[in-house]
């Protein structure tokens, strides 16, 4: 019996109470007996050794297993009920690489209303909520921004009551987990499938055959429900496992050549082993373009294969009941993918293929920097899947005809076109398919039009529109700051915000009540002490709990800018140190961030904040004002109690580089002030805060070609009093690299370029002193607490046009053209 036919079983059986439910699932996952209420006080319980807990005591993990099975069994009906209404209507797909889902339990509960009753069901079991809910292991199936959006999306379209669903793939051991040692950071295997999780249902049944030159593979998908707040609707996010069709060679295994009996099907799980595996080898990059013919090949014989039970041959109704969301290159394979599906599998001729696939495909832009613009060698797709790669030249011809036709000379023909020099370029590929282009936020869609994107915008201006991004204020702020949101539905009268973020704006009124401003700033006191004891008790550091709390998390890039931000910490300890400078209220310096695995300066960045952290814990008189602290692996779980804490957004992009971000937005959102550069959507929160109501420092968009042009970071190093002594410290053994020479580099390539690069091409040296000054300002104006607090309340005011509702509805409306529908239940 899989999960689908048990959490069946018991959705159909008559009525039983959650704790009934959560008993029940969790002796036949666990295997024990499971205790009942003995009236203990529950808040404290200790997490039972190992030995006891072969002995039979049940880890809060297994609770966590149990309940979540028990919420499953609930949601089969709704589920079902979804899956019946939304079967005849038209249907968007989202397709990603990544999907940065995070902690389901809590999810599920705030959706579904049950938040009160699994409480009680968790007591009568005798153990704490709270317990079970931390037990919870992140899936590790996405890296940063932009797998966390499709999550959001997720989020709103349930919510919202749209025919929307996900494809991705079931990452075993997803990115990896990020363990800080000496300073350095260490990957590790992310185990979070390592016990059975109960929110995915596997349909075996409904697997396909996806096939390479040298390997065919079964493609089976999982399912994971995704509920919307407080709606019957629960759609459906599909992720592929890869499976070898014959487990092992039993002729090879029977010569006793084990290994290669096994290597087959090693080869075919590798697919699925791990997110963006280190591509900077040949055999890297193929396999990363396995992953990506992979999941957008099952997923679109999973679309064809509906649609022609329901509706025949008919293939030119297809668009009207799918749409596909691309999101980046990344599943881009799938449009040559669907031309052979369609002419090869079911018959179409060329002409009517290219027809249908114009309809289909949308693309989201999320990045203006060359090199993640994905390319591949015609030479790895000619070996890999040959059929797709005259598929992809056929493409290119034809683009090639058309734009000769049209009198497009030869040399901007060899800018745009698809296949160039032997490379394919998959943005283009997609700029000339898809029906629509979006960028992420108004000002990157400014820059696609202008420059990235710029050909295409001038051949067809009607294809591209701007939707900026938003995030989920269901998890953004309901789920993780309920103090915040308590204070919200008092103040409004309802909590209808929740699903309509425009309302926030009612705040306006009591901005300037000191009783709401008092208010508020105990519910950031409160949230900064949990995180404080959080800290404490997982990673043994000890924070301040009066302290400004500057907070940079996000993935780590140079062009964030996590360096800035640590060079301004260590010249802030020699103004503490040298110049006598005292801060009134101690500054506590967060990061969280993780380093691409082949990504050599970016893993630098992290031995300099984790040594940058060490030489300050070391000064009694700088630490009693300053504190550092890198928070390893950080993920979505770790977010959550890192967004409601903080004083301070860190929002530091190098202008013009980061399309949107969508952290800047959660910071908003719980009242914490933005700090950042008129880059990506900083510049409309600025927009909707008011520029009082942020910090933005550094030169605006159309500065920054001539600044760049004439800039030399040496000479800027000069001119900025104290600047010189900070960066010296990289270099003259102050902070110890373990004698890598990291610290060096980074010197030399801010200070100095190397191997024909220029210095400091994200203007970290230039930017420095008004950051600084920003910075400044800050302190100064935190210790006006009231005056603050109305700053952050009107942030928080402002901030309802960054929820993923408007985004989706956006995006509903103008590319996928789907009505909602609200599910019934009978
Ligand atoms: C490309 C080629 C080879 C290997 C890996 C990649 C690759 C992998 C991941 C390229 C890009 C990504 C992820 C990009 C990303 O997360 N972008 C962010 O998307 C957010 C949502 O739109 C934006 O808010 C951020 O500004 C953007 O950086």
């Given at each position: 019996?899989?999960?689908?036919?048990?959490?069946?079983?018991?959705?159909?059986?008559?009525?039983?109470?959650?704790?009934?439910?959560?008993?029940?699932?969790?002796?036949?996952?666990?295997?024990?007996?499971?205790?009942?209420?003995?009236?203990?006080?529950?808040?404290?319980?200790?997490?039972?050794?190992?030995?006891?807990?072969?002995?039979?005591?049940?880890?809060?993990?297994?609770?966590?297993?149990?309940?979540?099975?028990?919420?499953?069994?609930?949601?089969?009906?709704?589920?079902?009920?979804?899956?019946?209404?939304?079967?005849?209507?038209?249907?968007?797909?989202?397709?990603?690489?990544?999907?940065?889902?995070?902690?389901?339990?809590?999810?599920?509960?705030?959706?579904?209303?049950?938040?009160?009753?699994?409480?009680?069901?968790?007591?009568?079991?005798?153990?704490?909520?709270?317990?079970?809910?931390?037990?919870?292991?992140?899936?590790?199936?996405?890296?940063?921004?932009?797998?966390?959006?499709?999550?959001?999306?997720?989020?709103?379209?349930?919510?919202?009551?749209?025919?929307?669903?996900?494809?991705?793939?079931?990452?075993?051991?997803?990115?990896?987990?990020?363990?800080i040692v000496n300073g350095f950071q260490e990957?590790?295997?992310?185990?979070?499938?390592?016990?059975?999780?109960?929110?995915?249902?596997?349909?075996?049944?409904?697997?396909?055959?996806?096939?390479?030159?040298?390997?065919?593979?079964?493609?089976?998908?999982?399912?994971?429900?995704?509920?919307?707040?407080?709606?019957?609707?629960?759609?459906?996010?599909?992720?592929?496992?890869?499976?070898?069709?014959?487990?092992?060679?039993?002729?090879?295994?029977?010569?006793?050549?084990?290994?290669?009996?096994?290597?087959?099907?090693?080869?075919?799980?590798?697919?699925?082993?791990?997110?963006?595996?280190?591509?900077?080898?040949?055999?890297?990059?193929?396999?990363?373009?396995?992953?990506?013919?992979?999941?957008?090949?099952?997923?679109?014989?999973?679309?064809?294969?509906?649609?022609?039970?329901?509706?025949?041959?008919?293939?030119?109704?297809?668009?009207?009941?799918?749409?596909?969301?691309?999101?980046?290159?990344?599943?881009?394979?799938?449009?040559?993918?669907?031309?052979?599906?369609?002419?090869?599998?079911?018959?179409?001729?060329?002409?009517?293929?290219?027809?249908?696939?114009?309809?289909?495909?949308?693309?989201?832009?999320?990045?203006?920097?060359?090199?993640?613009?994905?390319?591949?060698?015609?030479?790895?797709?000619?070996?890999?899947?040959?059929?797709?790669?005259?598929?992809?030249?056929?493409?290119?011809?034809?683009?090639?005809?058309?734009?000769?036709?049209?009198?497009?000379?030869?040399?901007?023909?060899?800018?745009?076109?698809?296949?160039?020099?032997?490379?394919?370029?998959?943005?283009?590929?997609?700029?000339?398919?898809?029906?629509?282009?979006?960028?992420?936020?108004?000002?990157?869609?400014?820059?696609?039009?202008?420059?990235?994107?710029?050909?295409?915008?001038?051949?067809?201006?009607?294809?591209?529109?701007?939707?900026?991004?938003?995030?989920?204020?269901?998890?953004?702020?309901?789920?993780?700051?309920?103090?915040?949101?308590?204070?919200?539905?008092?103040?409004?009268?309802?909590?209808?915000?929740?699903?309509?973020?425009?309302?926030?704006?009612?705040?306006?009124?009591?901005?300037?009540?000191?009783?709401?401003?008092?208010?508020?700033?105990?519910?950031?006191?409160?949230?900064?002490?949990?995180?404080?004891?959080?800290?404490?008790?997982?990673?043994?550091?000890?924070?301040?709990?009066?302290?400004?709390?500057?907070?940079?998390?996000?993935?780590l890039?140079?062009?964030?800018?996590q360096l800035?931000?640590i060079?301004?910490?260590?010249?802030?300890?020699?103004?503490?140190?040298?110049?006598?400078?005292?801060?009134?209220?101690?500054?506590?310096?967060?990061f969280?961030a993780?380093a691409?695995?082949?990504y050599y300066r970016a893993k630098s960045i992290i031995k300099l904040i984790n040594e940058v952290s060490r030489l300050?814990?070391?000064?009694?008189?700088?630490?009693?004002?300053?504190?550092?602290?890198f928070?390893?692996?950080?993920?979505?779980?770790?977010?959550?109690?890192?967004?409601?804490?903080?004083?301070?957004?860190?929002?530091?992009?190098?202008?013009?580089?980061?399309?949107?971000?969508?952290?800047?937005?959660?910071?908003?959102?719980?009242?914490?002030?933005?700090?950042?550069?008129?880059?990506?959507?900083?510049?409309?929160?600025?927009?909707?805060?008011?520029?009082?109501?942020?910090?933005?420092?550094?030169?605006?968009?159309?500065?920054?070609?001539?600044?760049?042009?004439?800039?030399?970071?040496?000479?800027?190093?000069?001119?900025?009093?104290?600047?010189?002594?900070?960066?010296?410290?990289l270099?003259?053994?102050?902070l110890n690299d373990g004698g890598t020479g990291r610290f060096a580099d980074l010197?030399?390539?801010?200070?100095?370029?190397?191997?024909?690069?220029?210095?400091?091409?994200?203007?970290?040296?230039?930017?420095?002193?008004?950051?600084?000054?920003?910075?400044?300002?800050?302190?100064?104006?935190?210790?006006?607490?009231?005056?603050?607090?109305?700053?952050?309340?009107?942030?928080?005011?402002?901030?309802?046009?960054?929820?993923?509702?408007?985004?989706?509805?956006?995006?509903?409306?103008?590319?996928?053209?789907?009505?909602?529908?609200?599910?019934?239940?009978?």
């Amino acid at each position: 019996m899989n999960n689908f036919d048990l959490y069946n079983k018991y959705a159909s059986a008559e009525a039983m109470t959650l704790a009934d439910e959560m008993r029940l699932f969790l002796t036949v996952l666990s295997g024990k007996e499971v205790p009942t209420d003995r009236g203990e006080d529950v808040s404290s319980r200790p997490e039972p050794t190992i030995d006891d807990q072969c002995a039979g005591a049940i880890s809060a993990r297994e609770y966590w297993q149990g309940l979540s099975a028990a919420v499953m069994a609930r949601m089969m009906p709704r589920w079902l009920a979804t899956k019946a209404q939304m079967g005849e209507r038209r249907r968007q797909h989202y397709m990603s690489a990544e999907f940065l889902v995070g902690r389901a339990l809590l999810n599920n509960l705030v959706n579904l209303d049950m938040y009160e009753e699994a409480e009680a069901a968790a007591r009568s079991l005798g153990i704490d909520l709270k317990q079970v809910l931390e037990a919870e292991v992140d899936p590790a199936l996405g890296n940063g921004g932009l797998g966390r959006l499709a999550a959001c999306f997720m989020d709103s379209a349930a919510t919202l009551n749209l025919n929307a669903g996900g494809y991705g793939i079931l990452y075993h051991y997803g990115l990896f987990k990020q363990k800080i040692v000496n300073g350095f950071q260490e990957e590790h295997p992310d185990e979070w499938l390592d016990m059975a999780y109960p929110f995915l249902i596997e349909h075996r049944e409904c697997a396909v055959e996806v096939s390479f030159t040298d390997m065919t593979v079964r493609a089976v998908p999982h399912d994971l429900p995704i509920t919307g707040y407080r709606t019957n609707n629960i759609n459906t996010l599909r992720l592929w496992n890869a499976e070898s069709i014959e487990p092992f060679n039993i002729g090879l295994f029977n010569a006793q050549k084990f290994n290669e009996a096994s290597a087959h099907a090693m080869h075919v799980a590798d697919i699925c082993r791990v997110l963006y595996p280190n591509d900077s080898t040949p055999d890297g990059r193929a396999l990363r373009l396995r992953q990506q013919y992979f999941f957008t090949s099952a997923s679109l014989q999973d679309i064809l294969r509906d649609f022609r039970r329901k509706h025949g041959t008919n293939w030119d109704l297809l668009p009207d009941y799918h749409c596909i969301q691309l999101n980046d290159t990344h599943p881009v394979i799938a449009i040559p993918e669907l031309m052979r599906l369609l002419i090869d599998k079911h018959g179409c001729s060329w002409d009517y293929a290219w027809t249908i696939t114009r309809r289909m495909f949308a693309y989201t832009n999320h990045t203006t920097l060359s090199e993640a613009l994905e390319r591949w060698d015609m030479l790895t797709l000619d070996y890999l899947l040959p059929r797709v790669a005259v598929i992809c030249r056929n493409i290119d011809a034809q683009f090639r005809q058309e734009m000769a036709a049209a009198n497009i000379g030869h040399n901007r023909l060899n800018r745009i076109a698809p296949i160039v020099n032997g490379y394919i370029n998959m943005a283009w590929l997609a700029c000339y398919t898809a029906y629509s282009i979006n960028g992420v936020a108004a000002m990157h869609t400014e820059i696609l039009k202008c420059d990235t994107l710029h050909d295409f915008y001038t051949l067809w201006p009607e294809k591209f529109s701007n939707k900026t991004n938003g995030v989920t204020p269901r998890r953004w702020l309901r789920m993780c700051n309920p103090g915040l949101s308590a204070m919200i539905t008092r103040l409004l009268g309802s909590d209808a915000w929740v699903t309509n973020l425009d309302l926030l704006q009612q705040l306006l009124p009591f901005v300037d009540d000191p009783a709401v401003q008092d208010e508020f700033l105990a519910i950031k006191e409160k949230k900064k002490a949990d995180l404080a004891d959080w800290l404490h008790k997982t990673h043994n550091v000890d924070i301040p709990v009066h302290g400004i709390y500057d907070i940079q998390i996000k993935r780590l890039h140079e062009y964030k800018r996590q360096l800035l931000y640590i060079l301004y910490v260590l010249d802030l300890y020699f103004r503490i140190k040298e110049d006598g400078l005292r801060l009134s209220t101690p500054q506590v310096c967060i990061f969280g961030a993780k380093a691409a695995s082949g990504y050599y300066r970016a893993k630098s960045i992290i031995k300099l904040i984790n040594e940058v952290s060490r030489l300050i814990a070391a000064d009694p008189l700088v630490s009693e004002q300053v504190k550092v602290v890198f928070i390893p692996n950080y993920n979505v779980s770790v977010a959550e109690k890192l967004f409601p804490a903080a004083d301070v957004s860190e929002q530091i992009s190098t202008t013009g580089k980061e399309a949107s971000g969508t952290g800047n937005m959660k910071f908003m959102m719980n009242g914490a002030l933005t700090l950042g550069t008129p880059d990506g959507a900083n510049v409309e929160i600025a927009e909707a805060a008011g520029a009082e109501n942020v910090y933005t420092f550094g030169p605006q968009i159309d500065e920054m070609p001539g600044l760049m042009a004439s800039y030399n970071p040496s000479a800027a190093m000069k001119a900025t009093p104290g600047l010189e002594r900070t960066m010296n410290a990289l270099r003259n053994g102050l902070l110890n690299d373990g004698g890598t020479g990291r610290f060096a580099d980074l010197y030399r390539n801010l200070v100095e370029g190397q191997n024909w690069e220029r210095p400091d091409i994200y203007y970290v040296l230039g930017d420095f002193a008004a950051y600084r000054a920003a910075h400044d300002r800050i302190a100064a104006d935190f210790e006006n607490r009231r005056e603050w607090a109305r700053r952050c309340l009107i942030n928080i005011a402002m901030s309802g046009r960054f929820s993923s509702d408007r985004t989706v509805q956006d995006y509903a409306d103008e590319i996928w053209h789907l009505e909602p529908h609200a599910v019934t239940l009978d």
